[in-house]
């Protein structure tokens, strides 16, 4: 298997790694709601970081997505800390930062440490705020 460049946008060389399809908000404009190829309840570990570890030449980045990967803030520490130890690749993660990363918040804190950066989206599983998030997000 051979990767160029994430399946996003095309610009950046990464791995995109679809940690888990659970999440804590029920977005209705959700992928994963129309999408029923992926099923992902709970990361493998050891799968994801054997994937990364023998798919990392010619590659600079991970990226963490959703469902929402911090839903398994311990698995996700696990597998930043792994790849940071095996390999040099950056490592990003793109959350809503749900309600687990206040009730583990030292585990929060473990992760944003070991990254290379957190790209915070706004949604909401009420719709008339994460229309109001996107729009103040908007308007900066």
């Not at 959700?30 to 992902?40: A, E, M, P």
């Not at 473990?110 to 994460?130: F, M, R």
Request: aromatic share 8%; with cysteine; net charge negative.
């Amino acid at each position: 298997m051979k990767f160029k460049c994430n399946c996003c946008d095309g610009i950046y060389n990464s791995l995109d790694i679809h940690f888990t399809s659970s999440c804590d908000n029920n977005c209705s404009h959700c992928v994963d709601k129309y999408f029923d190829g992926l099923n992902i309840s709970k990361p493998n570990v050891e799968a994801i970081i054997d994937t990364i570890v023998n798919n990392q030449e010619g590659i600079d980045d991970v990226l963490f997505l959703g469902g929402e990967p911090c839903l398994y803030l311990d698995e996700l520490v696990d597998c930043v800390t792994q790849i940071k130890q095996k390999t040099s690749l950056k490592v990003f993660v793109t959350t809503s930062v749900p309600k687990i990363c206040k009730t583990k918040y030292d585990k929060f804190l473990e992760l944003l440490d070991l990254l290379d950066g957190l790209n915070l989206s706004v949604q909401h599983y009420k719709e008339n705020i994460a229309d109001k998030n996107q729009k103040y997000n908007l308007n900066l």
